[in-house]
């Protein structure tokens, strides 16, 4: 997130955190760093793109967390007034 209100649009999706994570199915890591105006949550996957083998089930992953992603987050950000 970023922009004039990232820190506020943050802070509001923070305190939903356990709801947020309860609908998405899987936790994210949230971050909010003092020094920076910038804020992320974000999910990983340890994969090997270098091995064209991983691609199939690494691509998966990511159309499947995207997918999730814009289902519970879009209603959200959508509302959010900071």
Excluded at 3 to 10: C, D, L, P, V
Excluded at 14 to 42: H, S, V
Excluded at 43 to 58: G, I, Q, V
Aim: glycine share 4%; with cysteine.
């Amino acid at each position: 997130m970023k922009g004039a209100n990232a820190k506020q649009h943050f802070a509001i999706l923070f305190n939903q955190k356990d709801l947020i994570e309860a609908q998405l199915g899987f936790g994210l890591t949230w971050r909010n760093p003092d020094d920076k105006a910038m804020c992320r949550m974000y999910s990983r996957l340890k994969c090997d793109f270098a091995e064209p083998e991983n691609w199939p089930e690494c691509f998966e992953w990511l159309r499947q967390r995207q997918e999730t992603l814009h289902r519970v987050f879009s209603p959200l950000v959508r509302n959010l007034n900071a």
